[in-house]
């Protein structure tokens, strides 16, 4: 079974910081790699999404991931956070020959302040 | 477009009481996935599901958890009996067609509360 580790679960940080959150898969296979956010009070949305090609990908409102296949690796980053990029984090993976189901990691609480 | 829509948000009950959470999947979509966040935990698989059809349910308990997603209507999480240990937030999620590479979509979760 895949598993998903998250570090740092709560993060403080102030604007105009970089953030990385490191997120760890375990799984042989071929994977598919996620991450979403949830905003205060809001539901789960996906920030973007791996699945083959170029290893560093973009998503929206400025975030990027890059995978690294030798470190199991799928980490979140971006340059210069805003106070409106407090929310949780969340990384997801699911296996090529799995069943769609994804496993998540415990996610990242992070409070940007202004 | 509508997203995914849960009811309700919130649900208290009282132990040996039954649970009914809802989840009506975004228009065009026939594939429902069901998830359980433990406090301080992340998101585990429950279910998978089609229209009247369990496609993997490897991550329900194998007592007092049904689900369903019939015809018509939403699809139904079930528990019976309910106990302490059963709060925790549910959330619903789908997708228009079945294969890894589908996006989830997620709706705003049901948190369940056992006194």
């Known amino acids: 079974a895949q598993s998903v580790s998250q570090h740092n679960h709560h993060v403080i940080l102030s604007e105009a910081a970089s953030l990385e959150l490191g997120c760890n898969y375990s799984y042989g296979g071929t994977v598919n790699l996620f991450w979403y956010v949830q905003y205060p009070g809001q539901h789960l949305q996906l920030l973007l999404k791996y699945f083959s090609g170029d290893p560093l990908v973009k998503g929206i409102k400025g975030f990027e991931a890059e995978f690294i296949k030798s470190k199991f690796s799928f980490n979140l980053r971006k340059p210069s956070v805003q106070w409106s990029d407090t929310a949780e984090y969340f990384c997801?993976?699911?296996?090529?020959?799995?069943?769609?189901?994804?496993?998540f990691g415990k996610g990242n609480q992070v409070v940007v302040i202004p | 477009n509508a997203g995914v829509m849960q009811n309700p948000r919130h649900l208290v009950r009282r132990r040996g009481q039954e649970a009914r959470l809802r989840c009506s999947p975004m228009k065009g979509h026939s594939h429902v996935y069901w998830y359980r966040q433990l406090p301080e935990e992340g998101l585990k698989f429950m279910v998978y599901l089609q229209k009247e059809n369990i496609i993997d349910e490897s991550g329900m308990p194998k007592e007092r958890f049904s689900a369903e997603f019939p015809k018509e209507g939403p699809s139904i999480l079930r528990i019976q009996q309910v106990v302490r240990g059963d709060s925790a937030a549910y959330f619903c999620?789908?997708?228009?067609?079945?294969?890894?590479?589908?996006?989830?979509?997620f709706g705003p979760g049901t948190r369940l509360l056992v006194l």
């Open positions: 999620a789908s997708s228009p067609r079945t294969g890894n590479q589908e996006t989830q979509y």
């Open positions: 997801a993976v699911n296996a090529l020959r799995g069943n769609n189901r994804l496993a």
